[in-house]
Nanobody, 116 residues
Framework: QVQLVESGGGLVQAGGSLRLSCAASGLTFGSYGMGWFRQAPGKEREFVAAITRGGSDTRYADSVKGRFTISRDNAKNTVYLQMNSLKPEDTAVYYC?????????WGQGTRVNVSS
């Protein structure tokens, strides 16, 4: 059974930092591209960041570029999202996703609240 378990969310003041983690199990982690997405209240889920299977390439939404960093540790089956200079508009539930050529999975999400 595939599981993606996010952690690290919480309440932080604007300008602060958080580090999200997503621990994967039940899949061959190194065979999956990994990504972070978020869904703010009343809005659709949106792309935040992605990283390739080996971790050599990353891409980001324009809204987080320069502030967020995605990374992965294939030995620990974990992907991370370092979030710096947080803004109130970053408030959302953050989800990690795993994608291969023939399957994709989602975690349950972790909530991030950024106060002004």
């Amino acid at each position: 059974q595939v599981q993606l378990v996010e952690s690290g969310g919480g309440l932080v003041q604007a300008g602060g930092s958080l580090r999200l983690s997503c621990a994967a199990s039940g899949l061959t982690f190194g065979s999956y591209g990994m990504g972070w997405f978020r869904q703010a209240p009343g809005k659709e889920r949106e792309f935040v960041a992605a990283i390739t299977r080996g971790g050599s390439d990353t891409r980001y939404a324009d809204s987080v570029k320069g502030r967020f960093t995605i990374s992965r540790d294939n030995a620990k089956n974990t992907v991370y999202l370092q979030m710096n200079s947080l803004k109130p508009e970053d408030t959302a539930v953050y989800y990690c996703g795993a994608q291969s050529v023939d399957s994709n999975y989602w975690g349950q999400g972790t909530r991030v609240n950024v106060s002004s």
